[in-house]
């Protein structure tokens, strides 16, 4: 059967928190390293992002807190832990750049989404500096004003 390309979007999960708390500075895409199990509860939508961060250790990027729920129906010889630590598939000049941020710049790197590109699963990271409390509320001031402006916009 032949997926219908406007039934749906690519995205299986998103970080909405993260815009919320963080400037989403550059923006990377990579892949993952996944097993079976993991593939299946993706496509069954199991995915929660949110306490989701990327650490980088021997030049490698792994991201850990991505809770993938395993399907009950998942193979009884197979050990899954939700939670585990996952590479992430990135190049040499990306590793570099995250490299760069994170320690002369004192970025913080977070997964803000995940999605399929054609068969393979994707994960949106960004180079983040950390928001204040006062940074928060006038985003939150902006957005509604937004929102009033469209609704004086729509009626007038």
Known sequence: MKKNKN????TIAQNKRARHEYHLLDKFEAGMQLQGWEVKSIRAGK?????AYVFLKDGEAFVTNINIT????ASTHV???PTRQ???LLNRRELDKLTGGLDRQ????????????KSWVKVELFLAKGKQSHDKRDA????????QKERIMKHS
């Open 86 to 88: 996952r590479k992430l």
């Open 70 to 73: 395993p399907l009950s129906q």
């Open 140 to 147: 939150l001031k902006d957005k509604d004003w937004a929102r």
């Open 47 to 51: 995915v929660n992002l949110t306490d």
């Open 79 to 81: 050990i899954c832990a």
């Open 7 to 10: 039934s749906n979007s690519n």
């Open 106 to 117: 004192g970025l913080t790197i977070i997964a803000t989404a995940m999605y399929w590109k």
